[in-house]
């Protein structure tokens, strides 16, 4: 049988239905891209709004002597003109991110097939192909979503641009948008951060560095990796030299010249974190929070800087004390020996700085011992250091334990092992020869708080209320209302003198009770549990009896003391009742501190306020507080005389550790029942200071948890720097006051050359009439020594 084959005709026409196929299909196909394409392009942000684009710009907090003090911005840039960016800078990142950039309509088709070519031959996406207009329609027009039509609304966006604006102003929007690594937005902040410098100082070195981060700003950031920055660097100024911008021996020079890493003193947000948290609620409420974080506020405070840093520094200080006396809690936790090395990594991406700093603390981990020193190995991200036996001596006898996991029962928890986590501060930097020296350290639980004012302007002029703000953002020194303890009894003596009582009334320091309201007895209770006889109200106050102060408050009222203590300025709730003798009334530091305020300051009450002043970022002023109009609330009489007995506290009594700061010093410890709570609140003419010492959930501070022990230190630490920059100055007894000898056993007048005489002050009309004599010097009652106007006391 013959077979047929096919016809032409048949094989035409099978041809020519694939070619029509075909054809409508890429019809089809055109279509359907066009129209997604127009379907993009309708939905694609305005290109037109960048002529008027504003970078969000730091908002700056500048302290009483324009010192920057905090900043507030979600990315932290600083604008700069084009016009002030060196010329170098523009083509060295032109060399490095888009050399056709002043040649392409923002897209470089030539680039991108350079690009595809070297990926297909290293089979791996090795270079990329985005202009920098291409790169300022990412950051600033588009979400970062990774999708091909991304790709796609750049491209469009990109041309759009380029018709719109000039080179200029899209390397204006590129060079002050673009992450350049350390926390750095544009090219200003990070001239600050790497080498300390406005951006029109840099040098090529410098700027060819800078140029090279864009690709990986935490691969090649000079601070962590400075060998890998070197080569991307040598990268830079080799494409610099292709495009002609520099010449070899310029490029040479560059690669020689040293790299100083000097990062511009920065505004340290952490040591003003609790008062820049203060001030961000009222900005926040009052100007919301695009114009608070993008708005580049200038906000101008009564903080002072010096003293700021000292309060911070000087409560972590006190607090670590504080925290040592109650132990070695042991390690935060035990390793594996295979979860050391990921764990250290963790550590090391966390440390921001080429080197560990001396003083500064870190989480490391123990990775052996030296037994015949009784030294532990700790390995601190990549660096390697010892701890000595000296430097955990703090922490008693501590086992260390040559294998990994919790050591047992018998070191309680303790004990070091391999793998343990523990916290050391940096005695000493490594250094080629040696590893670093450490100390153990801890965070401590205890918390504390210090509210400084100026009392004469009411300027608050630091505020810590914390130990770590990033762990707690609790103000204790505003939120926290705690009972004040025998830190209120100058509130109720300053009431008593109102009353007519005065430094020399005697008063029996003896056992006594009173009804409870439930049936029983309160038996109040002196803090040495002992009882010393007649005393007068001076030594009471010295010695911080509790039997004396219930006394006095049973003799004036509770009542009217309590209205007593609103007048000086006390918001929260005050009991009426004799408790309130022994500091009942739950309040803040802030409050406490600025009622003793009224005593530093004759009297006077002057509202304590913040912000002196606020402009927008071209400067207009958008608000201006008002000096405080200052309110007599209490006699310039009262106020001095109180102040004079509390000079007795810190000369001869229970302050005597704020004497260290050598000139004329008026304050008052307090102690709750358990030692729960630590106070001290003193003052000079100045500058007015209170702390508050104790746990969140309330339980003892232990041994050495007294006011005169937590408390008075940290704010002699304070004040010592405090005050280096005030004059000293004696308090100034009004012309309404007088002094007299006394005997300070009997509380009456005693002749001139009396033995055992002292001086006393009192409001004129209430010195005693009638005379007394002493015997001898043993009469002074408990050391008292004589108060002398115009004379620092005798100090312990």
Same mark, same amino acid.
């Given at each position: 049988? +013959? ?31 066009? /129209? ?18 504003? @970078?969000?710009?730091? =908002? ?80 600033? %027009? ?39 690594? =350390? ?12 080498? /300390? ?19 990986? @700003? ?122 050391? +090395? ?34 532990? %190995? ?37 004990? %070091? ?27 401590? +639980? ?5 509210? =400084? ?31 004040? /303890? =025998? ?80 007048? %000086? ?53 958008? +608000? ?42 008026? /304050? ?129």
């Amino acid at each position: 049988m +013959e077979r047929k084959m096919p016809s032409r005709t048949t094989n035409n026409s099978i041809w020519s239905t694939v070619l029509l196929f075909t054809v409508t299909l890429a019809v089809v196909a055109l279509l359907g891209i066009s /129209g997604y394409v127009f379907y993009l392009m309708a939905k694609l942000p305005r290109v037109d709004r960048l002529t008027d684009y504003k @970078p969000p710009i730091v =908002s700056q907090v500048f302290g009483d002597d324009g010192t920057l003090v905090g900043e507030f911005y979600l990315e932290r840039r600083i604008v700069v003109p084009v016009n002030k960016m060196p010329r170098k800078l523009i083509q060295a990142f032109v060399s490095a991110e888009d050399s056709n950039f002043y040649s392409h309509k923002g897209i470089d088709y030539l680039g991108i097939i350079r690009a595809a070519g070297k990926n297909i031959i290293s089979m791996s996406k090795k270079e990329g192909a985005s202009t920098i207009t291409q790169q300022v329609a990412k950051s600033m %027009l588009l979400t970062p979503e990774k999708k091909f039509s991304r790709k796609i609304k750049e491209a469009i966006l990109a041309k759009r641009m380029e018709e719109r604006l000039s080179k200029d102003e899209i390397l204006y929007l590129y060079l002050n948008q673009i992450y350049l690594g =350390s926390g750095s937005y544009g090219v200003q902040a990070a001239a600050e951060n790497y080498f /300390g410098k406005n951006v029109e100082q840099l040098n090529l070195a410098e700027m060819s560095m800078l140029a090279g981060l864009p690709k990986a @700003p935490n691969s090649y950031s000079p601070i962590k990796h400075l060998d890998k920055a070197r080569d991307r660097q040598a990268y830079v100024l080799e494409r610099m030299i292709s495009e002609g911008y520099i010449t070899a021996v310029e490029a040479d020079h560059a690669k020689k010249n040293p790299i100083v890493l000097q990062p511009m003193k920065k505004v340290n947000n952490e040591q003003s974190a609790y008062f820049l948290e203060y001030l961000r609620i009222h900005l926040e409420q009052k100007y919301g929070e695009d114009q608070l974080y993008k708005g580049g506020l200038k906000i101008y405070t009564t903080m002072n800087a010096a003293m700021q840093r000292a309060a911070y520094d000087s409560l972590r200080k006190g607090l670590k004390e504080v925290d040592k006396r109650q132990g070695f809690r042991g390690p935060i936790k035990y390793l594996n020996e295979t979860d050391v +090395e990921s764990f250290c990594s963790k550590i090391e991406d966390s440390i921001d700085s080429a080197t560990l700093k001396t003083g500064e603390t870190y989480q490391g981990v123990v990775v052996g011992f030296n037994p015949g020193r009784g030294d532990a %190995l700790v390995r601190v991200g990549e660096r390697n250091g010892v701890l000595s036996r000296k430097n955990m001596a703090w922490a008693g006898k501590v086992g260390m334990i040559n294998h990994y996991g919790k050591p047992d029962k018998g070191h309680k928890g303790r004990g %070091l092992t391999l793998g343990s986590v523990i916290e050391v501060s940096v005695v000493s930097p490594e250094t080629d020869k040696e590893g670093a020296q450490f100390a153990l350290d801890q965070t401590p +639980e205890v918390q504390a708080a210090l509210v =400084s004012i100026d009392p004469r302007s009411g300027g608050i002029k630091a505020m810590v209320g914390g130990y770590d703000f990033k762990k707690s953002q609790f103000n204790r020194a505003i939120q926290a209302k705690r009972n004040a /303890g =025998s830190a209120f009894k100058p509130i109720i003596y300053a009431a008593a003198l109102d009353k007519g009582l005065t430094p020399a009334t005697i008063i029996e320091d003896a056992p006594v009770e009173y009804p409870d309201g439930a049936g029983g007895l309160w038996k109040p209770q002196n803090y040495d549990h002992e009882f010393r006889g007649p005393v007068t109200m001076r030594e009471a106050l010295t010695y911080s009896i509790n039997i004396v102060s219930v006394k006095i408050m049973e003799q004036i009222g509770a009542p009217y003391t309590a209205e007593y203590a609103k007048k %000086l300025g006390f918001t929260s709730p005050i009991p009426a009742n004799l408790a309130l003798a022994l500091g009942a009334a739950s309040v803040s530091p802030f409050e406490l501190t600025s009622a003793y305020a009224v005593f530093a300051n004759n009297g006077i009450l002057t509202p304590p306020y913040y912000i002196t002043r606020v402009t927008d970022n071209e400067g207009n002023s958008l +608000e201006t507080t008002p000096p405080p109009v200052p309110v007599p609330v209490i006699s310039p009489e009262t106020a001095y005389v109180i102040t004079n007995l509390m000079q007795s506290v810190v000369s001869s009594g229970t302050g005597h550790r704020a004497s260290i700061i050598d000139r004329p010093v008026a /304050g008052k410890t307090g102690t709750t029942n358990g030692a729960k709570d630590a106070w001290f609140v003193g003052y000079i003419p100045q500058l007015v200071t209170g702390v508050w010492v104790g746990y969140d959930q309330e339980r003892s501070l232990g041994a050495g948890g007294s006011g005169g022990q937590a408390a008075a230190p940290i704010w002699g630490d304070f004040m010592q720097q405090a005050v280096l920059s005030l004059p000293a100055e004696d308090f100034t007894a009004p012309e309404n006051v007088s002094f007299v000898l006394i005997n300070p056993r009997t509380g009456k007048l005693a002749k001139e050359g009396t033995v055992g005489a002292v001086t006393e002050c009192f409001i004129k009309g209430t010195e005693p009439t009638s005379y007394d004599y002493l015997l001898n010097s043993t009469d002074l009652p408990l050391g008292l020594k004589p108060v002398i106007p115009g004379a620092i006391l005798n100090k312990n």
